[in-house]
């Protein structure tokens, strides 16, 4: 049960935090006086983060609950100091239930426990996905050295089997934004169905990639994946041109039109989808007007609903 204090005067320094006693039951209520615009004139914010206005009518409910159990982790044969992994695994996971897993990737400068504080895809993922958050070595990933002599590259695949063997996954996709982003593609173009498919946030192609006759990369195998772009329309980091090849890319190597002409409206706007995809593999680019290098606000349940519907 929740408890609240109704009437409490709001000319109060920002600098004031005052614990109140228990009310009608034996909650303990913090009153936060906050610039929040979520918080009505006489409101407060109570110990789970729900709003109440000043009659306590919920204006906001509380933080969900946590569906997943976080821990930490390190891949077997990989000592070059990176920082841990990021694992969320469904509290209710049962091995008689397959998982997709999703492999967030950060951008330069992060990992994995940053990247999942920015994008906690789990928050929305809940108890249907394992989702797992890698570190790159120094805080970046090497994108352009051959797989072969690449530690960064041969960790994330190395960690999605050693997972792929710890639980019961039926399925792979792979997310990352900005470096993590172009990393998602090249692991995609490098190493043949990795993954189901992927999601790119201000990425793109790889450019060291051999490239055929029309100027497409070549991709060892000729792997085909679903694939969702975003791209924010003013990314002054990555430019926007960046995430429509991208998108155009994988629309060539399913089969789809790779025309952005033929591009049709998708939920949620401004998303467009491909047209003459097969089944199974739709190629989705969403321009994001005002937005610049950062991950779309929408993205979270807009991935998601992408993938689950694979």
């Not at 409101?43 to 976080?70: N, Y």
């Not at 509290?91 to 426990?113: C, E, M, Q």
């Not at 172009?182 to 992927?198: E, S, T, Y």
């Not at 998708?266 to 610049?292: D, T, Y």
Request: charged share 15%; net charge negative.
């Amino acid at each position: 049960m929740r408890s609240f204090f109704v009437g409490v005067p709001v000319a109060i320094s920002l600098a004031v935090l005052t614990v109140l006693g228990p009310v009608a039951c034996s909650d303990t209520v913090v009153q936060r006086v906050t610039t929040n615009p979520e918080v009505p004139e006489g409101g407060m914010v109570l110990e789970d983060g729900a709003v109440v206005d000043q009659d306590g009518a919920i204006v906001t409910d509380g933080a969900k609950p946590s569906q997943v159990d976080v821990t930490t982790g390190s891949v077997n044969g990989f000592t070059d100091g990176r920082n841990p992994y990021v694992l969320a695994v469904p509290k209710t996971y049962a091995t008689t239930t397959k998982y997709p897993l999703i492999v967030v990737l950060h951008g330069d400068g992060g990992d994995g426990s940053g990247m999942r504080n920015y994008h906690p895809l789990d928050s929305e993922t809940g108890s249907d996905a394992i989702v797992v958050y890698p570190s790159g070595a120094g805080s970046t990933w090497d994108q352009g050295t051959a797989f072969d002599s690449n530690p960064d590259q041969q960790y994330v695949e190395a960690l999605i089997n050693e997972l792929k063997g710890k639980y019961s996954v039926d399925r792979v996709f792979g997310v990352g934004w900005s470096a993590g982003g172009f990393l998602v593609n090249i692991l995609a173009c490098r190493r043949a169905g990795i993954f189901k498919a992927i999601v790119s946030h201000a990425g793109g192609q790889p450019y060291t990639e051999p490239k055929d006759s029309n100027g497409f990369n070549i991709c060892v195998g000729n792997p085909t994946y679903a694939a969702l772009i975003t791209h924010g329309a003013n990314d002054g980091t990555v430019e926007p041109s960046s995430g429509d090849y991208d998108a155009q890319f994988w629309a060539h190597a399913n089969g789809c039109d790779q025309d952005p002409a033929m591009r049709t409206d998708v939920a949620p706007s401004p998303c467009k989808a491909h047209a003459g995809c097969p089944a199974g593999k739709p190629v989705e680019f969403c321009l994001i007007p005002g937005n610049g290098h950062g991950v779309w606000s929408q993205a979270i349940p807009t991935e998601w609903a992408f993938l689950k519907a694979l």
